[in-house]
């Protein structure tokens, strides 16, 4: 059973920092890209950061960021433990939102269609 499980949310002070965890079971997961989305109140789900997997012979691990989390958010994964990081520095009351991570085999993207397992969520809240 595939099986994708966020933790690491909670409530921070703005400029404080966070660090989100996906743990992945139930398939090859060096095999496959991993994405972080949120979703806020009210609005749609959207791409934060993703990580490559392995491209045929090749393993990648190439990182991808919004615009938003640029130079604030570092996205890293440890295959030995099946999981991926999302570090959050600076964080702003607009990064308040629930966390999702998605995997996906093969190239990923922010687009949310591409993804084959999502996790449940993480909430993370972000005070002024």
């Known amino acids: 059973e595939v099986q994708l499980v966020e933790s690491g949310g909670g409530l921070v002070q703005a400029g404080g920092s966070l660090r989100l965890s996906c743990a992945a079971s139930?398939?090859?997961?060096?095999?496959?890209?991993i994405g972080w989305f949120r979703q806020a109140p009210g609005k749609e789900r959207e791409g934060v950061s993703y990580?490559?997997?392995?491209?045929?012979?090749?393993?990648?691990?190439?990182?991808h960021y919004a615009d938003s989390v640029k130079g604030r958010f570092t996205i890293s994964r440890d295959n030995a433990r099946n999981t991926v990081y999302l570090q959050m520095n600076s964080l702003k009351p607009v990064d308040t939102a629930v966390y999702y991570c998605?995997?996906?085999?093969?190239?990923?993207?922010?687009?949310?269609?591409?993804?084959?397992?999502w996790g449940q969520g993480t909430q993370v809240t972000v005070s002024s």
């Open positions: 998605a995997a996906v085999e093969g190239p990923a993207g922010f687009s949310l269609d591409l993804y084959d397992y």
């Open positions: 139930g398939f090859t997961f060096d095999d496959y890209a």
């Open positions: 990580i490559s997997g392995s491209d045929g012979s090749t393993f990648s691990g190439s990182t």
